[in-house]
């Protein structure tokens, strides 16, 4: 497994993570609502000051093939 299909894992274990934290959580619904919609307007940001780099269709296929 390449980098950056470790780093795209994580990330995405991370986010179900919060997601299912957020529903467990002890909020009402319109707390809750509140907490999802103020992360999602965050997205934008982070995915920003991540700065992943470009991959090529050559770069997915290399990786594939491994």
């Given at each position: 497994m390449?980098?950056?299909?470790s780093f795209i894992i994580g990330v995405a274990s991370?986010?179900?993570?919060?997601?299912?934290?957020?529903?467990?959580?002890?909020?009402?619904g319109k707390e809750l609502r509140k907490d999802i919609s103020?992360?999602?307007?965050?997205l934008p940001?982070?995915?920003e000051d991540l700065k992943l780099?470009?991959?090529?269709?050559?770069d997915v296929?290399?990786?594939l093939i491994k």
């Open positions: 390449t980098r950056t299909q991370f986010a179900a993570g919060v997601a299912i934290g957020l529903l467990f959580a002890p909020k009402s103020d992360s999602a307007q965050k940001h982070l995915y780099p470009k991959l090529s269709s050559s296929e290399r990786d």
